[in-house]
T-cell receptor
C-alpha cells in the first residue's frame, strides 16, 4: 500500500511562472521529508528537505511547505526555468525508527520556454 | 570523487539466468541501499545495509540477495531472473540513517528479463 502519494503524474508550466508539486502521505509517524529531482537516464538528486518541527523550508527558488494536520507537503519552484523540467519525487521517513525512505510515484514537470 | 557508481548500465537476461549488480561509493558512507523503479510505482526499497557485513530486507526483497563484504561495495544478486524483475535498479548511499540525512544515488542499471 502506497504510503506516499503524488497524485499528479505530470505538470506543465510556463517559464517564469510558479510550479507547485504536491505530495500526500498516510503514515502519521513520518517526520522527515525530502524532494528529489531526476533527469532521464540519471539517478535522483537531492533537492530540499523538511522536518516535522518546521512548516516551511526555503532554498533559493525552491520552497517546501508541510501541513502535518493534512499530511500534505508541496514543493514550490519560483520562477520556473526550462532546466527544472524533470521528474520530482517526494520521500518520507521516520527519523528515529528504521532506515527506510518511502517514495512517491513522481511528478513529471515540463517548463515551457 | 566519483560518488556512487553502478555496473553494468544495461543488461538483458533470459528467464532463469543469474547476475550480480555492483554498486560502489567513494564517500565512506555507512549506509547503502538498493531500489527498483517501475512505472507508476516510484522507488521501492529492495535491501539495505547499515554497515560493512550487514544487510536487511526492504519492501520488496523476494528474488534478490545482497552482500556488503566491503564498506564501499554493495552487491545485488538475482539468482534466477524472472520477467517481473524487469526494472531500473538504483543504488544509493548515505552518511546518516534514512531519517537523518539525504541519500546519494547512482545512475541506475536498466535490466530487461525476457
Amino acid at each position: 500500500d502506497q504510503q506516499v502519494k503524488q497524485n499528479s503524474p505530470s505538470l506543465s508550466v510556463q517559464e517564469g511562472r510558479i510550479s507547485i508539486l504536491n505530495c500526500d502521505y498516510t503514515n502519521s509517524m513520518f517526520d522527515y521529508f525530502l524532494w528529489y529531482k531526476k533527469y532521464p537516464a540519471e539517478g535522483p538528486t537531492f533537492l530540499i528537505s523538511i522536518s516535522s518541527i518546521k512548516d516551511k523550508n526555503e532554498d533559493g527558488r525552491f520552497t517546501v511547505f508541510l501541513n502535518k494536520s493534512a499530511k500534505h507537503l508541496s514543493l514550490h519552484i519560483v520562477p520556473s526555468q526550462p532546466g527544472d523540467s524533470a521528474v520530482y519525487f517526494c520521500a518520507a521517513s521516520e527519523r528515529l525508527a528504521g532506515n527506510q525512505f518511502y517514495f512517491g510515484t513522481g511528478t513529471s514537470l515540463t517548463v515551457i520556454p | 570523487n566519483a560518488g556512487v557508481t553502478q555496473t553494468p548500465k544495461f543488461r538483458v537476461l533470459k528467464t532463469g539466468q543469474s547476475m550480480t549488480l555492483l554498486c560502489a561509493q567513494d564517500m565512506n558512507h555507512e549506509y547503502m541501499y538498493w531500489y527498483r523503479q517501475d512505472p507508476g510505482m516510484g522507488l521501492r526499497l529492495i535491501h539495505y545495509s547499515v554497515g560493512e557485513g550487514t544487510t536487511a530486507k526492504g519492501e520488496v526483497p523476494d528474488g534478490y540477495n545482497v552482500s556488503r563484504l566491503k564498506k564501499q561495495n554493495f552487491l545485488l544478486g538475482l539468482e534466477s531472473a524472472a520477467p517481473s524483475q524487469t526494472s531500473v535498479y538504483f543504488c544509493a548511499s548515505s552518511y546518516s540513517p534514512a531519517g537523518l540525512g539525504k541519500q546519494y544515488f547512482g545512475p541506475g542499471t536498466r535490466l530487461t528479463v525476457t
